[in-house]
């Protein structure tokens, strides 16, 4: 009987500790899925599993930096030109002339690149075209990006950081026109490196754009105007654009925002070998365009050099609270060990930005050896960290990349506010067998401030749901409408 009883004891033990274990791996799984891979004790313990002797992301941020990233200004779209005045000069070409005199009879309107004329919106290319002139025929990167009036004091952030060619799609139906051209006149006698700046007007077919000599509307006199924007006497971003507080006719109006025709748009302008199609509160990190054409002259392919390449940028986003966007990797670094940094969208949409590597990138310090064409990679700070396939189970990633003017177009369709605008533009890219270079030393920083999920945050996105509707049954035909023309889909290539 004793021994009985012993027995049931050892079991009931074995039992207990059967359970704590299941727990304790239940609760490291639900860690590494919640707190993120680069903090988790799965990872650590995975890293000594395979014999290597990891350090935290903490221990890889610098010790000392020369210059403060946080105060207690937050930050400001082209605060570093307060106190700036304007030049006598501008250093953009305005190809039809400034807001007082815009040439409507030499003016040619286009189609969208996709529908073309078939579609609702109008293209007028080149209303500022660039002063600098690029050849395709060696590597060189244009920033691509799309704006309207009220978030373009951001151009000023991206042209101070990017030293290459940079392509705007100006959203600007009706008066809207006014404001952005407004707007760019100004940039142009505040900022030097404005003359690599090409801007394109994208507006719809109903509501062009107007200026104050022929418009009927209600702010057809430069007083209205002036009123509507409150410019400084100095270069800095006037104040209504910069607390949002500028009313614009598209959001008076409950226009939506096509924002898949401004990306093609502005790809479509650009005169490089490669393009980044990227948004405008997206800010590039130090010395990206010389990086890159030193990497297109030196890397190849470590497996099928005819295979379709695309190079990612990794995105994140930081604190409200940081005013200096980070610039170089150990200042990321260094942020994102003070949990002051994380992968873009990590609170709102896990899947969307936690690309592949994520781990292995953020611990990887610069001039450590690479595993992917090492032997090519140079001295250049962009280098290949990994190649993947936009597959199950990263089906869902929306990667921002450098590539060519030949990937698919954007859906014109989808409208930024019904979101998953990129999404079928990526089920191409995936049926067409893309290959993913994962791009370490660079990588793209969203303008300070944080999405976290709450009540708040659903609150601000609630009126997004009938557009989202809409969107999401225009997805579905426009993927059936793809694998129909480029073939069937493989198992790899998921929808959802």
């Known amino acids: ?228 924007i409150k410019f400084p006497t100095d270069c800095s971003c006037p104040e209504a654009v910069l607390n949002g507080t500028l009313r614009t006719f598209r959001e008076e109006s409950g226009l939506t925002y096509p924002v898949n025709v401004a990306r093609n748009v502005a790809r479509e302008a650009a005169h490089t070998s490669h393009v980044l199609v990227s948004d405008v509160e997206l800010l590039p990190s130090a010395n990206m365009v010389p990086s890159f054409r030193h990497l297109m002259k030196t890397y190849t392919p470590a497996h099928n050099p005819s295979a379709r390449n695309v190079f990612v940028l990794p995105v994140f986003e930081i604190e409200a609270s940081v005013r200096n966007v980070p610039s170089t990797k150990e200042e990321l670094q260094h942020l994102y060990s003070e949990g002051q940094a994380v992968y873009f969208h990590r609170w709102v949409c896990l899947h969307c930005q936690r690309f592949p590597g994520l781990v292995q990138w953020l611990q990887r310090r610069k001039g450590t050896p690479f595993p992917v064409s090492s032997s090519n990679a140079g001295s250049s700070l962009l280098k290949p960290l990994m190649v993947v396939r936009r597959e199950f189970p990263h089906h869902r990633w929306e990667p921002v990349y450098i590539g060519t003017k030949n990937e698919p177009l954007y859906s014109e369709y989808l409208s930024w506010e019904g979101r998953q605008d990129k999404m079928t533009q990526m089920h191409a890219m995936c049926l067409l067998g893309y290959r993913f270079v994962i791009l370490d030393g660079g990588f793209l920083v969203h303008t300070p401030g944080m999405k976290r999920p709450g009540k708040k945050h659903a609150e601000a996105v609630a009126w997004r749901q009938p557009h989202e509707e809409v969107n999401a049954k225009l997805y579905e035909r426009i993927v059936r409408a793809t694998e129909s023309r480029l073939g069937s889909r493989p198992l790899t290539c998921r929808l959802h």
């Open 1 to 228: 009987m004793k021994f009985q009883r012993r027995l049931y004891g050892v079991k009931a033990f074995r039992f207990k500790v059967f359970v704590l274990v299941l727990f304790l791996v239940f609760y490291l799984l639900l860690v590494n899925i919640f707190v993120g891979p680069e903090r988790s004790l799965v990872s650590s313990l995975l890293s000594k599993i395979n014999g290597q002797t990891r350090r935290s992301v903490r221990e890889l941020g610098p010790q000392h930096h020369s210059r403060r990233l946080t105060d207690s200004q937050p930050f400001s779209a082209g605060s570093f030109l307060r106190g700036e005045l304007l030049h006598n000069e501008s250093y953009c070409w305005f190809k039809y002339g400034n807001v007082e005199s815009f040439d409507w009879d030499n003016v040619t309107i286009s189609g969208s690149p996709e529908l073309r004329k078939k579609g609702p919106y109008r293209v007028i290319y080149n209303v500022i075209e660039s002063m600098t002139k690029s050849d395709s025929s060696h590597p060189d990167v244009t920033y691509c990006t799309h704006v309207t009036p009220s978030f373009q004091c951001n151009v000023l952030e991206i042209v101070r950081r990017w030293d290459g060619p940079v392509s705007i799609a100006a959203y600007v139906p009706d008066y809207d026109a006014t404001l952005s051209l407004l707007l760019f006149q100004r940039m142009c006698q505040c900022l030097p490196e404005m003359s690599r700046v090409s801007v394109h007007f994208v507006f719809p077919e109903t509501s062009p754009p107007v200026f104050p000599k022929s418009s009927q509307t209600s702010y057809s006199s430069w007083e209205a105007i002036d009123a509507l």
